[in-house]
């Protein structure tokens, strides 16, 4: 056992991810009132982007720029030490986000229950999927009139391909909602709209034919909830934490954010079940969370946009032992040694330098352009995390050089920016002109503007008729070789050197499939 055992036993290390308005944002913010890292509602702010506009982006990386906290919040709650991390809302992010997940140890998924299952929700589902990472489901809104409770159950079994757990059960919705009954513990959450945080008291009932429940909620709900739960003890059982922990059953919870209903239920129950930090694999071997030596690894680059303060932030999962200010760290890529004196915390809105980290928590390491996604910190050996996924772009544009006289300046723009993951770069094959891909358009517009604005290398980009980039492999490198010279018009290299079909249409892509059984086409490359 680790000396840090008792450190890596308290951390909870997790995300909240919905469709945007599901209500995340609304939830964090109750998460941070229970953990005392906020005192009022409100202060939290949505990083939403309201409008599809680059100026809303900009200003709200600024102001992110200068309080990066809210991509990380800790805060302790009943002694647990709980890594709440942000996730972009916007789809254009999306990349973003999907790379957030590879550093947490499990997910709450809150869904709305008038719209059910949305877009961004199944997108979101799928990456945890990829992981095995445990989820909590919360169903929101439900002092609205929302579907079917049943039929949501169903709707969320069958289109994100998870079994689910219900842990409550709610009593009406809408306007009738009257609250839910906690089928673990059998007791009664009585509906009230805007609970304080520390009000949220249930009723203790010996269980649901306690006749009180009649005098509490009537004798047609009463009847009706006997019923329900009836049906979902017998379909259900008892929830077996391991299905949970494998990923394969998700525990659910109906309540209303806004109205801090069923948050600390559920809060409560999170941190009794959820995953401590976990082990992870490399390269090289499978890293356990209980050795001493530290490894880490970084899943996000945030740059900072104030002219005045150029600097990027990097931000590092530590995966084991422990990570201290001012010492020497071996970064694996560049193989050196480095070390940081300036190390960030993130307590809710504040960040603060810290001298220490373990496994589960993230550290903010200033960058000055050392620093790529995917890159690990060890003490001495070599190797990376993996599973920290690339994701097929869906935009494709070719630069285009306003100022050859800055061509110089461009390259650099264009290295750095996709070295945070903003979006990837590709040059075509046999050439040299130089594509962008992203998941939206947005990202476009803040690449053309930070080019000119960080780098003073002004560009246009030219669309492409392509709609998706598939990494090629072949056991049989002549047959990929022949691909690529007969295909020179759809195939281009990735940053690393990858070989990528660029393909128009789901049409084309299929027929290039079938007519080259030899050849394997991915939809995501693993950056190592
Ligand atoms: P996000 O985009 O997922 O972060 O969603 P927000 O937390 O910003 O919530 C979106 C909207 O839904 C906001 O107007 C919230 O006030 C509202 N909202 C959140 N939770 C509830 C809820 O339980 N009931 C109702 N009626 N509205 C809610």
């Not at 008291?201 to 509490?216: G, K, M, R, T, Y």
């Not at 803040?446 to 709609?467: D, K, M």
Request: some cysteine.
């Amino acid at each position: 056992m680790s000396k840090y055992h008792k450190e890596i036993e308290r951390r909870r290390t997790f995300a909240i991810i919905s469709h945007p308005d599901a209500g995340k944002t609304t939830l964090t913010e109750k998460f941070l009132l229970f953990g005392g890292a906020i005192q009022v509602a409100g202060a939290v702010k949505s990083n939403k982007i309201k409008k599809h506009a680059t100026s809303d982006f900009m200003e709200i990386e600024r102001q992110r720029g200068i309080s990066v906290a809210t991509s990380v919040m800790s805060f302790e709650y009943n002694g647990i030490l709980i890594n709440l991390l942000d996730t972009p809302g916007h789809k254009d992010f999306a990349e973003d986000t999907y790379r957030t997940l590879t550093a947490v140890d499990s997910v709450i998924l809150v869904v709305d229950s008038v719209n059910g299952v949305e877009d961004q929700t199944r997108r979101l589902m799928e990456v945890c999927r990829m992981r095995d990472t445990p989820v909590i489901v919360f169903i929101n809104k439900m002092d609205r009139d929302g579907k079917n409770r049943f039929d949501l159950l169903e709707e969320i079994e069958k289109e994100l391909k998870i079994s689910l757990h219900p842990m409550s059960w709610p009593i009406n919705s809408g306007k009738d909602f009257k609250g839910v009954y906690n089928l673990h513990d059998k007791n009664l959450l009585l509906f009230s709209a805007n609970t304080k945080a520390n009000e949220e008291d249930s009723l203790a009932i010996s269980d649901v034919n306690d006749p009180v429940l009649n005098q509490l909620l009537g004798d047609t709900d009463a009847a009706q909830l006997r019923e329900d739960v009836e049906l979902v003890e017998t379909v259900h059982g008892q929830l077996q934490i391991e299905e949970y922990l494998a990923g394969k059953i998700a525990p659910v919870f109906f309540g209303s954010a806004i109205n801090n209903f069923g948050v600390k239920e559920m809060l409560d129950t999170f941190i009794g079940i959820a995953p401590t930090p976990r082990s992870r694999e490399t390269t090289a071997r499978k890293v356990d969370v209980e050795e001493d030596k530290l490894s880490g690894f970084v899943f996000k680059i945030h740059a900072n946009l104030d002219p005045k303060h150029r600097d990027r932030i990097a931000f590092f999962r530590v995966c084991s032992g422990r990570f201290e200010r001012n010492k020497y760290f071996h970064h694996v890529r560049l193989d050196k040694d480095v070390r940081f004196s300036n190390p960030y915390s993130f307590m809710a809105r504040d960040k603060s330098i810290i001298e220490d980290a373990y496994a589960g928590d993230v550290v903010g390491l200033f960058d000055t352009g050392n620093f790529k996604i995917g890159d690990t910190l060890t003490e001495g050996e070599d190797f990376y995390f993996t599973g920290i996924p690339s994701f097929s772009p869906e935009i494709f544009k070719e630069v285009v050089n306003k100022d050859p006289m800055k061509t110089k300046q461009l390259e650099k723009g264009l290295m750095q920016l996709t070295d945070e993951g903003v979006a990837q770069l590709f040059t075509q094959f046999g050439g040299n002109k130089k594509i962008i891909g992203c998941v939206g358009e947005l990202q476009f517009e803040v690449i053309q503007y930070r080019l000119l604005h960080e780098y003073g290398a002004s560009v246009v980009f030219n669309s492409l008729p392509f709609f998706k980039a598939c990494w090629l492999t072949s056991n049989d490198p002549k047959k990929l070789e022949d691909f690529g010279r007969f295909k020179q018009a759809n195939i281009a290299e990735d940053k690393d050197g990858h070989m990528v079909y660029l393909g128009q249409s789901e049409w084309f892509l299929n027929t290039e499939r079938a007519n080259n059984p030899d050849i394997e086409f991915h939809f995501t490359s693993e950056i190592h």
